[in-house]
């Protein structure tokens, strides 16, 4: 009986998930035109670390292609996969509240790149320069590019992923799940989880680490105000 009800729901889930998977191929199709330029711009910050490109390309060269590529077609692909996901979400809103898409799609697409921007300028050159100060040589950090690679991708998709606290907790006050009051009664415990999450999403270095929960801690704060405007805490004392 349950799984009969859920039926409709998997049915529709797999149909956004196809249709977001499908725009992330294409895109991805065309960034691999690119690879070359994009592998260069991925490997930027590390090279103004270290003054040099310590890396030799090798047979896995094309593997490492086809990640950047993948990845530059996910990010290429947010409106599309944000979309898709406010079209799965929508049917279980108000009328009213099915007007907040376009909104949606946007902030939730800018916050991620903003994210991952964050991580491309800030957290890698200063995370890979701390390392550097202390090895002398971030070869005995990074075996080759395809580590660094998986480094810079998942430091790139954490941060993004992370940006969107707010817009997460926006949503969550406007349909009356939080409010200012609850997000404040958590905080001590958000922060425990915050630092969590960015060590396991970064490099093992203190440095990156702090990149990462500092904002994190900052965007809590920011959604805590956010939420108090869109569903603040109404005490039930007359």
Known sequence: MLFDDLKPHIAELRTRLVHSVAAV???AFVA???NKEIIEIAKAPLVDVVHG??????IGIFFIAL???????FLLSLPVVFWQLWLFIAPGLYQHEKRYVIPFVAVSTLMFLIGAGFAYWVVIPLGFEFMWLFAGNLVSFLQGLDEYIDIFTKLLFGFGLAFEMPV?????????????KTLKDYFGYA???IFIVAAVLTPPDVMTQLLMAAPLVLLYGISIVIVGIVN???SDEV
């Open 168 to 180: 997460i907790l926006f949503f969550l006050g406007l349909l009356g799940l939080v409010t200012d």
């Open 67 to 73: 990640k950047v590529s993948i990845f530059t077609g």
């Open 25 to 27: 191929i294409v895109f």
């Open 232 to 234: 603040p805490y109404k």
């Open 32 to 34: 691999f035109g690119f």
């Open 53 to 58: 490109d310590p890396f030799i390309g090798g």
């Open 191 to 193: 922060v425990v989880i």
